[in-house]
């Protein structure tokens, strides 16, 4: 499965979960880290937990599985990265903080 499929399912998932202003940049032709950063907002830790536990289940069941997962026990700030593709997922406090969309502003914002 490519990284843009990957993407769609993530994105769909956030989105089960009523994930807030879900963002996917190509940011492929500006760094190696990554070929795609999404990047959504929860309400609460509750919310961001359940949209983390969403998206690990949805590509999953593509047989997709994460490296790694930073921040899950906090619920702030939780980072999945799948190689390919790195999702963060933000309490909407802590989005506003880092604003990674500014810091990879040179990313291309894509749309599903």
Known sequence: ???KEKSRIAVEALKDKKGIDIKVLDISKVSVMADYFII???SNK????AMTDNVEDELAKNKVYSNHVEGYGTGN???L???DIIIHI?????RLF???EKIWRDGVEIEF
Do not use: P, R, T
């Open 1 to 3: 499965m490519d990284s």
């Open 40 to 42: 959504a907002s929860g």
């Open 46 to 49: 509750n919310q961001v937990q």
């Open 77 to 79: 700030w939780i980072l």
């Open 81 to 83: 990265d799948y190689g």
């Open 90 to 94: 933000f309490n909407e406090e802590d």
């Open 98 to 100: 880092y604003d990674l």
